[in-house]
């Protein structure tokens, strides 16, 4: 029996496609996601995160076992900062990637993916037996994420006085409590804009007054090709447990200094590290028609096959198809890619492919 | 649905086929087709001149969610294609039945077009489908 979050009547009710996404019934589209995806792009979109899992950490030791549990360091945060982070197994293997907030008084919030909840918190509760701090699952709340040029400015006009107040001073990726709504101004489109968590039945009035305000429904669809185009991995399709964030293109997340800074994963990571010609991530642009799909085979000219893609789809924004690929050993800049027993031509480029709602790319 | 002829027929595999009264016919995709491949994004459509047999794959329409062939509901010559779907393939999402239409063929042997389905007979599949 798939759960439905506190905003299903609202997907049902504008016409979303339903579909079922890690045990939860989500809406895929309410009628084009490449409509969506260009209205997040050019104006405002609003996605409901419900399904994601909030947890607050409270205890004088929680900032201790957030720098041991975490590849990335909280100490990096003052008061407000959020931080994008992995959390890793003992072999240097990817549990998840998530989002930590730094709150007052030592208190921290996390947000991690939907689909990895159990062993998620399974994982940290064991880990957090050595260290005098309280984890709390925030099931009750809801999480609504609203993102384009137009959004932080919608959101303004539903919000009260002194949440408008609160949110307008926020810088990116801060976020802060005003009451019992949480705003951070993060995201996960390559767009500015917010993600409120709130009380479910707030949630429900949120989202109406938003729509109302002109802000459109965004489906799954569209949010897997808007943060494709922003260059953000998809947890359990461009890395898992047996990837490490060095070989996820994520290397930037791991904090190598204070270097007497323990972390679960560390060694193997070390090891990892200084090694030549191991596996790597990599952008591929379509040069030609046709769309690049997860599990499509890499190849040099030759046709050997060099490593496979992780994420492909269509880019609304480019107008062809990107993607990003697992590869092994020396990768030229023109390389091909088989789609149905044909090998394409690709260009390799650095992610990301589209910034500030403008392709990073043009035309071969 | 806007622009739907009348006297359609219908492939199992959802191309639908339309006789235009001249000894050629019209194939398109129906909009049961395009609401389950969602976003058109690219289409191929068949050479005009080639030649195709009943069932064949003769054109590929690509969406956002995957690559699916489209077979010739009935075996001849291709006449003429719809150049329009190249930069706009979303027309055969919204149009299915009347702008979004793929390809014109010669009838090369009438007797295939009783072995489609009539209207009321791919309405029964399509809902067959759904269960």
């Known amino acids: 029996m798939p759960k439905r979050t506190p905003l299903y009547e609202q997907h049902t009710a504008m016409g979303g496609r339903m579909v079922d996404f890690a045990g939860w019934e989500m809406p895929l589209h309410y009628g084009s996601q490449l409509a969506e995806h260009r209205q997040v792009r050019e104006d405002a979109g609003m996605f409901d995160v419900s399904h994601m899992t909030i947890v607050d950490l409270k205890g004088g030791g929680a900032q201790a076992f957030l720098r041991y549990l975490l590849a990335n360091d909280v100490d990096r945060l003052e008061d407000g900062r959020a931080l994008y982070s992995c959390m890793l197994n003992d072999a240097g293997g990817i549990i998840d990637d998530l989002i930590v907030y730094a709150g007052k008084d030592g208190e921290f919030r996390v947000v991690v993916n939907a689909a990895t909840r159990d062993k998620d918190l399974a994982w940290m509760t064991r880990q957090a037996e050595r260290f005098s701090v309280n984890l709390t699952e925030r099931e009750e709340l809801a999480m609504i994420a609203v993102q384009g040029p137009q959004a932080r400015e919608r959101v303004h006009g539903v919000l009260t006085q002194p949440e408008r107040s609160a949110a307008s001073e926020l810088k990116p990726f801060y976020g802060m409590a005003v009451g019992e709504l949480f705003i951070g101004r993060t995201g996960y489109t390559g767009e500015d804009g917010y993600e409120l968590m709130l009380p479910a039945d707030r949630a429900v009035v949120l989202w109406r007054s938003l729509n109302e305000a002109g802000v459109a429904p965004i489906g799954l669809g569209a949010r897997d090709t808007l943060r494709l185009e922003a260059g953000m991995a998809l947890y359990g399709t461009d890395m898992d447990e047996t990837t490490s964030p060095i070989e996820s293109g994520l290397g930037w997340t791991v904090a190598w200094e204070p270097e007497d800074r323990d972390f679960i994963g560390k060694g193997p990571l070390l090891a990892q590290r200084g090694r030549v010609g191991g596996k790597q991530m990599v952008g591929l642009l379509m040069e030609g028609r046709g769309v690049l799909r997860h599990d499509q085979a890499v190849c040099s000219v030759d046709g050997s096959v060099v490593g496979t893609i992780t994420s492909g789809a269509f880019s609304p924004v480019l107008g062809r198809a990107i993607a990003m690929a697992r590869v092994e050993g020396d990768v030229s800049s023109a390389c091909r890619v088989r789609i149905r027993d044909q090998l394409q031509p690709v260009r390799v480029v650095k992610p990301p492919f589209v910034r500030f709602g403008k392709p990073c790319y043009k035309e071969a | ?131």
């Not at chain 2, 006297?7 to 191309?15: A, D, Q």
């Not at chain 2, 969602?38 to 054109?59: K, N, T």
């Not at chain 2, 590929?60 to 075996?75: F, G, I, Q, R």
């Not at chain 2, 063929?105 to 009321?120: M, N, Q, V, Y």
Request: some cysteine; glycine content about 8%; aromatic content about 6%.
């Open chain 2, 1 to 131: 649905m806007n622009n739907k002829p009348e006297n359609l027929r219908y492939t199992r595999s959802h191309e639908w086929v339309e006789d235009l009264g001249d000894g050629s016919a019209r194939v398109g995709i129906s909009d049961h087709a395009q609401e389950l491949l969602g976003d058109l994004v690219y289409i191929e459509l068949p050479e005009v001149g080639s030649v195709h047999h009943q069932g064949d794959a003769c054109a590929v329409v690509e969406s956002v969610k995957a690559a699916s062939d489209v077979y010739a509901p009935l075996s001849g010559e291709v006449l003429a294609v719809n150049e329009a779907l190249v930069d706009s393939p979303e027309m055969a999402n919204t149009d299915p039945f009347g702008d979004g239409w793929l390809f014109t063929l010669a009838i090369s042997d009438s007797g295939e077009e009783s072995e489609l389905l009539s209207e009321t007979d791919y309405e029964e599949l399509v809902a067959a489908e759904a269960h």
